[in-house]
């Protein structure tokens, strides 16, 4: 990790914009880029200390983020909090690593360093972001829009709808996107709430996912660079649009698609969707605990809630095509199937499961860029072929994981009676 934040800094500094150095400079003595951000390290750091040391670090943080804001604000910079959430952070690192023995200080540099890993995690990726667009001029959105036809150009749909419904729930809608971070704290830290009192860290949980699939997601950006109907179909193009179509009026049938050459500056982040695989994730892990046991109503409803905004906003808003969600659902699915249950080891089912999702995602990824204008012409049988495949992948992943007569629970029967 080091190593790549300077190898990252070194090119943001050659190329004009923010690195992950400096944003990790500015957490700590300048304006943070997030206020939210720091605060879900703090918090998912927290997990590894006892509830007295829990108020302690927390009464410290919320007293340094006042006095740092109050110091910036009346400096007339703007107000915004964070600096004392990472400065919280980094000192309890070095308080369990100096000060500290034996099952404290494990459990406090454990879920410290998992604090810092999200943080750090958000840094690369805003980098990432800047690497997409030098990494060439064209996209390829004329391809995915010819490709959501067999789905019936859900951002279009989805845009529309939401502009007839007024102001409110377009606010909370977005509110939701850009707090997906905070909405993996909450779950990761209800996942991990027993490991200060019991000392034993669970064999999964959401934060290993999240940052697995931020590690793997995102390197298809390069290969397959797509910027979004709200970009490419819209005025926010910069005049490097195909038209000024969405959301209202849906673009004239391509039968001739090619590359199109786009600006510098927006990030081609859109295929496959992280935000549609990162909430799919969320889902996942509110269904139950780490034990197996069903989660509260309230978290699995609140999962429930979060996926479906997500994927409601990345539509509604323009920043993704129908493809890309499916391309980033099927992203969490097989990530998932790596990572879940790693105490069954590499067992058949995960392996036949893990193979066909990497298949399914290439042959979507090819199909959207191969076979778009055949999907547009035939509709009906390319859309009814889409969904069908990620339905049985999706049915294939729940009768492995959570099923009943999964595989999980048959290997805990059969040892039960062995143990018997």
């Given at each position: 990790m080091?190593?790549?934040?300077?190898?990252?800094?070194i090119?943001?500094?050659?190329?004009?914009?923010?690195?992950?150095?400096?944003?990790?400079?500015?957490?700590?003595?300048?304006t943070?880029k997030?206020?939210?951000?720091?605060?879900a390290g703090?918090?998912?750091?927290?997990?590894?200390?006892?509830?007295r040391?829990r108020?302690?670090?927390?009464?410290?943080?919320l007293?340094?983020?006042?006095?740092?804001?109050?110091?910036r604000?009346?400096?007339?910079g703007?107000?915004?909090?964070?600096?004392?959430?990472?400065?919280?952070?980094?000192?309890?690192?070095l308080v369990?690593?100096?000060?500290?023995e034996?099952?404290?200080?494990?459990?406090?540099?454990?879920?410290?360093?998992?604090?810092a890993?999200?943080?750090l995690?958000?840094?690369?990726?805003?980098?990432w972001?800047?690497?997409?667009?030098?990494?060439?001029?064209?996209?390829?959105?004329?391809?995915v829009?010819?490709?959501?036809?067999a789905?019936?150009e859900?951002?279009?749909t989805?845009?529309?709808?939401?502009?007839?419904?007024?102001?409110?729930?377009?606010?909370?809608?977005?509110?939701v996107?850009?707090?997906?971070?905070?909405?993996a704290?909450?779950?990761?830290?209800?996942?991990?709430?027993r490991?200060?009192s019991?000392?034993?860290?669970?064999?999964?949980?959401?934060?290993?996912?999240?940052?697995?699939?931020?590690?793997?997601?995102?390197l298809?950006?390069?290969l397959?660079?797509?910027?979004g109907?709200?970009?490419?179909?819209?005025?926010?193009g910069?005049?490097?649009?195909i038209?000024?179509?969405?959301p209202?009026h849906?673009?004239?049938?391509?039968?001739r698609?090619?590359?199109?050459?786009?600006?510098?500056f927006?990030?081609?982040?859109c295929?496959?969707?992280?935000?549609?695989?990162?909430s799919t994730?969320?889902?996942?892990?509110s269904?139950r605990?780490v034990?197996?046991?069903?989660?509260?109503?309230?978290?699995?409803?609140?999962?429930a809630?979060?996926?479906?905004?997500?994927?409601?906003?990345?539509?509604?808003f323009?920043?993704?095509?129908?493809?890309?969600?499916?391309?980033?659902?099927?992203?969490?699915?097989?990530?998932?199937?790596?990572?879940?249950?790693?105490?069954q080891?590499w067992h058949?089912?995960?392996?036949q499961?893990?193979t066909?999702?990497?298949?399914?995602?290439?042959a979507?990824?090819?199909?959207f860029?191969?076979?778009a204008?055949?999907?547009?012409?035939?509709?009906?049988?390319?859309?009814?072929?889409?969904?069908?495949l990620?339905?049985?992948?999706a049915?294939?992943?729940?009768?492995?994981?959570?099923?009943?007569?999964?595989t999980?629970?048959?290997?805990?029967?059969?040892?039960?009676a062995l143990?018997r």
């Amino acid at each position: 990790m080091p190593l790549l934040l300077i190898v990252l800094q070194i090119v943001a500094s050659r190329n004009g914009f923010e690195g992950p150095l400096q944003s990790v400079w500015h957490d700590y003595f300048g304006t943070p880029k997030s206020m939210s951000m720091p605060w879900a390290g703090l918090a998912l750091a927290l997990v590894g200390l006892s509830w007295r040391r829990r108020f302690a670090a927390l009464g410290v943080a919320l007293a340094l983020d006042a006095v740092i804001s109050g110091i910036r604000v009346a400096l007339g910079g703007p107000f915004t909090f964070g600096n004392g959430a990472v400065i919280t952070l980094t000192g309890v690192a070095l308080v369990a690593w100096l000060g500290w023995e034996s099952r404290d200080k494990r459990n406090a540099l454990h879920a410290a360093a998992l604090g810092a890993l999200l943080i750090l995690a958000t840094k690369v990726g805003d980098v990432w972001l800047h690497v997409t667009v030098m990494a060439g001029p064209n996209v390829l959105d004329r391809y995915v829009a010819l490709a959501d036809r067999a789905l019936g150009e859900p951002a279009w749909t989805v845009a529309r709808v939401l502009d007839s419904l007024g102001p409110v729930p377009p606010a909370i809608l977005h509110w939701v996107y850009i707090e997906l971070p905070v909405a993996a704290m909450v779950i990761a830290v209800w996942q991990l709430r027993r490991v200060a009192s019991a000392g034993v860290w669970p064999s999964h949980y959401l934060v290993r996912t999240f940052l697995l699939l931020g590690l793997v997601g995102p390197l298809f950006y390069v290969l397959f660079p797509v910027v979004g109907p709200m970009f490419a179909f819209a005025s926010d193009g910069h005049g490097l649009q195909i038209g000024n179509f969405w959301p209202h009026h849906v673009p004239p049938f391509d039968h001739r698609p090619a590359a199109l050459r786009f600006d510098a500056f927006t990030p081609r982040n859109c295929m496959p969707s992280m935000h549609a695989a990162w909430s799919t994730s969320i889902f996942l892990h509110s269904r139950r605990d780490v034990d197996g046991t069903p989660a509260p109503r309230w978290l699995r409803w609140g999962g429930a809630f979060w996926v479906l905004a997500t994927l409601t906003a990345t539509l509604g808003f323009g920043y993704h095509y129908g493809s890309d969600l499916i391309a980033g659902i099927i992203l969490c699915l097989t990530v998932e199937s790596v990572l879940r249950a790693p105490e069954q080891g590499w067992h058949r089912p995960r392996i036949q499961l893990v193979t066909a999702g990497a298949i399914l995602f290439a042959a979507l990824l090819l199909s959207f860029r191969y076979l778009a204008l055949w999907m547009a012409q035939h509709p009906v049988p390319s859309g009814l072929v889409l969904l069908l495949l990620v339905a049985a992948y999706a049915r294939a992943f729940y009768n492995t994981w959570f099923a009943p007569t999964s595989t999980a629970d048959t290997t805990d029967t059969m040892d039960d009676a062995l143990a018997r």
